[in-house]
């Protein structure tokens, strides 16, 4: 039943598909170029000829990475820098059809993103090669394209060469592809640019700059913008006669938008602006550029403004991974990351250390994210043997220009930063490379979009660094150095300070190393390895533990604070990675950094930046509460809201605690015996919130947490699901370890397991789990069939347990 209903569903596609294209009125369709295509693992030269028998390669959906099937191996070259799994060579193919009546029309295949090194090919003739593989590209398909017969597209990606980053890349055509058809005078893709350069609550003035493609001869239209509001009403209209000419014509237009509601962290409110070209009545071309109104500044003194307030950025770093699903990119999985890292209360992302993927920005333009878009990890001094330097010098342009081009009409989108702890930081001469580049760079920039700062990530501060000193940034950007910041002032008199990367404390969910007030830097120097740590390659829950560069949250969120200059700041990391498991080797794969583990799960920190971040009412309780009889153990609460709390233990208070000045938590030290502890807040006297912990007895049962219960049947949607491991009351049990076995029937399927362990190296595919500390994860994706999902939880001794989700 399911393959019959598969089948008529592609029918349905194909035929829309012809429509469209055959449909001589359509101003422009855009195709998902997702399904259908074929994948080898290994290198087949002769895989981009248009005959070539590709039966037997498997079928998949885009996007794709292959490294993350693989299994985790030390003897992989790019070790635990790149999370300790393959690369290696892979070649895409997929044929389709283009009906005859789509004559006269342009067709270009739309890219966001291979990894890396990628060439492709339409029907034998060669069309490029992009070596950057996180930066979005296109090529037209149009001279080699037959119409009414079937074509062939074939891509090949070389990840081969080892290492070439710190973290994990993954590999393949891991985010959207997308086929765009035009007619031959069309809006160029990426050909509009919307800035406002004057904001206020009665008025904004928007200027709209658009560039006409067309290759035909001389021709007048009408060039109509319409700027449309959240609810799909058009709020302004205006139109403007044009003589296209030539290949290119470039227009602008200034509107007025009376009483505009404004875009800002906590109300990201979006308008759009549907471009048109009409010619004799008919309407050519429709292009769509979203459009958040707002006015920002950096001050000197006084940091971030934002629509006249000014604000802290509270931000974070985050790699492009998606954990245990890889690098290829899944909205649902990228929302998910966002609509935790919003509930901590953060606004702010960096994308370290590259350009992300494109609905990526469109997630951060609505869910209220200022995002700082970095573009190079290196320039041409390398990282790693086989990095971005190889192809800087060539490509820095092109892709820069992609990236700038792709991304500058997101109002998500405040902050360009050109490079991450540049080693052409330094150097001598009165005119060294890294000033020469750092100009030639922004220079790029503010060529096409002069609207935004741009700043680098500099882990050198001082006044010979030749990025600050080669006068180009707008924002001076410190990474880490959080104890020069009162001092910025007096160093760069007059400039800007923005905080791009801070913090780099450790730790592993639902371990702690007391005493807690016991600070361990691991290692001792960035340079050197570690010679003694934990056994079980943990580090301490408590933000006792952090790198020598680094600092603990808790000393950083202070500093933070008490200097109005730093106009904001970006933690690393948001979430735990792939890769760089600091301050560990093999059998580490994943980082430490996270405020969140790789597989979602919170960090007790997390709580402290929501008790800070947030309005809301917080308290948290750490640690767990099953320890050695006897043993003096710290006992911390995160609370805000509230004047004081009061520690219970088995009903006993352990006294009352406030926080004192720049204080962020209170704690205190309790001899442990079994039972319950429990902290209750309090304000005027009044119980805000309370929180109970107790003694865990033996695993007993399992039980399963979906993050949603009704999924969309579009084959794309993810479910959530936490596996929680629970003694016969009903608690968590914090060093349950049982392994899992999961399984899923019905309109969904399983695609990942994980439980945050850094050091797990059970296949991500695998249906079988241990649990980490007490909790494991299982990720369903829906099919394209509606219909109940039933998934089921089983280990031995503990027996099953089961949720049942709804896919529409």
């Known amino acids: 039943m399911v393959k019959i209903y598969f089948s008529i569903l592609l029918l349905f596609v194909l035929s829309t598909f012809s429509m469209n294209l055959a449909g001589q009125d359509n101003s422009r369709t855009i195709e998902n170029f997702n399904a259908d295509w074929k994948f080898f693992k290994g290198d087949v030269p002769s895989a981009s000829n248009i005959g070539f028998k590709d039966s037997d390669w498997r079928k998949l959906d885009l996007p794709h990475d292959s490294s993350i099937e693989g299994n985790f191996s030390n003897s992989h070259p790019a070790t635990v820098g790149g999370g300790a799994l393959p690369g290696g060579t892979g070649w895409y193919r997929k044929t389709f059809k283009i009906p005859r009546s789509a004559v006269n029309r342009l067709v270009s295949i739309l890219f966001d993103g291979v990894y890396r090194n990628s060439e492709v090919w339409i029907n034998g003739h060669y069309l490029g090669k992009r070596p950057n593989g996180y930066i979005s590209f296109e090529y037209d398909l149009t001279p080699y394209l037959k119409l009414g017969s079937e074509n062939c597209i074939a891509v090949r990606v070389d990840n081969s060469q080892q290492p070439n980053a710190r973290w994990y890349t993954g590999s393949g055509i891991y985010r959207d592809v997308k086929l765009l058809i035009t007619n031959p005078l069309h809006i160029v893709n990426s050909g509009t640019f919307v800035s406002t350069p004057v904001v206020d609550k009665g008025l904004a003035k928007i200027r709209m700059e658009a560039v006409i493609a067309n290759n035909l001869k001389s021709r007048k239209i009408n060039l109509r913008h319409q700027i449309i509001d959240a609810e799909g009403r058009v709020m302004l209209e205006k139109i403007s006669p044009l003589t296209v000419t030539?290949?290119?014509?470039?227009?602008?237009?200034?509107?007025?938008?009376?009483?505009?509601?404004?875009?800002?962290?906590?109300?990201?409110?979006?308008?759009?602006?549907?471009?048109?070209?009409?010619?004799?009545?008919?309407?050519?071309?429709?292009?769509?550029?979203?459009?958040?109104?707002?006015?920002?500044?950096?001050?000197?003194?006084?940091?971030?403004?934002?629509?006249?307030?000014?604000?802290?950025?509270?931000?974070?770093?985050?790699?492009?991974?998606?954990?245990?699903?890889?690098?290829?990119?899944?909205?649902?999985?990228?929302?998910?990351?966002?609509?935790?890292?919003?509930?901590?209360?953060?606004?702010?992302?960096?994308?370290?250390?590259?350009?992300?993927?494109?609905?990526?920005?469109?997630?951060?333009?609505?869910?209220?994210?200022?995002?700082?878009?970095?573009?190079?990890?290196m320039w041409e001094k390398k990282k790693s043997d086989f990095d971005y330097h190889l192809d800087f010098g060539q490509w820095h342009k092109k892709d820069l220009e992609d990236q700038v081009l792709r991304d500058r009409n997101h109002p998500s989108v405040f902050i360009w930063s050109v490079g991450n702890e540049i080693q052409e930081q330094w150097g001598t001469g009165a005119d060294t490379l890294g000033r020469v580049w750092a100009r030639k760079l922004v220079k790029i920039v503010k060529d096409l979009d002069p609207t935004r700062p741009v700043t680098t990530a500099n882990n050198d501060v001082n006044s010979y660094n030749n990025l600050i000193s080669s006068g180009a940034m707008d924002l001076i950007g410190y990474n880490y150095n959080h104890k020069s910041w009162d001092d910025f002032t007096n160093a760069h008199p007059g400039q800007k300070l923005i905080a791009t990367e801070t913090t780099s404390a450790l730790q592993t969910r639902g371990h702690y190393d007391a005493p807690a007030d016991s600070m361990r830097i691991w290692p001792t120097a960035w340079d050197k390895p570690l010679l003694t740590g934990n056994a079980d390659f943990s580090c301490s829950a408590y933000d006792n533990c952090y790198t020598p560069w680094g600092s603990s949250h808790e000393e950083t969120l202070k500093a933070f604070y008490r200097n109005p200059a730093v106009s904001g700041m970006y933690v690393w990391t948001g979430f735990d990675y792939l890769g760089e498991p600091t301050p560990y080797t093999w059998p580490a794969r994943s980082s430490y950094f996270g405020i969140i583990d790789l597989a979602g799960f919170p960090k007790d920190v997390y709580y402290l930046y929501q008790s800070v971040w947030t309005d809301l009412p917080v308290l948290h309780l750490l640690p767990h509460w099953n320890w050695s009889s006897g043993k003096e153990v710290d006992v911390i609460a995160y609370y805000s809201q509230a004047d004081e709390v009061e520690l219970y233990l088995n009903g006993v208070s352990k006294g009352v605690r406030r926080k004192d000045g720049e204080e962020l938590k209170v704690s205190w030290k309790v001899l442990y015996q079994p039972g319950t502890l429990k902290v209750v807040s309090r304000k005027n006297g009044k119980i805000i919130l309370e929180r109970n912990v107790s003694t865990a007895g033996p695993a007993a049962k399992l039980e399963l947490i979906a993050d949603r219960g009704v999924l969309d049947a579009n084959g794309e949607d993810l479910s959530f699901v936490t596996i929680r491991v629970l003694d016969s009351q009903g608690n968590l049990v914090p060093d349950a370890a049982q392994a899992i076995r999961i399984s899923v029937e019905g309109a969904g399927r399983l695609v990942a397991t994980d439980n945050g362990s850094p050091v797990s190296h059970e296949s991500f595919q695998s249906d079988i789990r241990k649990a980490f500390n007490g909790l494991a994860m299982a990720i369903v994706r829906t099919y394209q069939v509606q219909g109940e999902i039933v998934i089921q939880a089983f280990s031995e001794g503990l027996g099953s347990a089961e949720i049942r989700l709804q896919s529409k």
């Open 246 to 377: 030539g290949k290119r014509t470039n227009s602008v237009v200034n509107m007025e938008l009376p009483n505009p509601r404004l875009w800002s962290d906590i109300d990201p409110y979006l308008y759009k602006i549907r471009t048109s070209l009409i010619e004799k009545g008919k309407i050519v071309d429709d292009y769509e550029t979203p459009l958040g109104i707002r006015s920002f500044s950096f001050e000197a003194k006084n940091g971030f403004i934002l629509n006249g307030k000014n604000i802290k950025i509270k931000g974070v770093c985050n790699h492009h991974d998606l954990g245990a699903l890889g690098t290829a990119f899944n909205l649902r999985a990228a929302e998910r990351q966002l609509e935790i890292l919003k509930a901590m209360g953060c606004n702010g992302l960096r994308t370290a250390h590259n350009p992300p993927a494109a609905a990526l920005l469109d997630l951060c333009d609505r869910m209220g994210f200022i995002v700082m878009n970095e573009s190079f990890d």
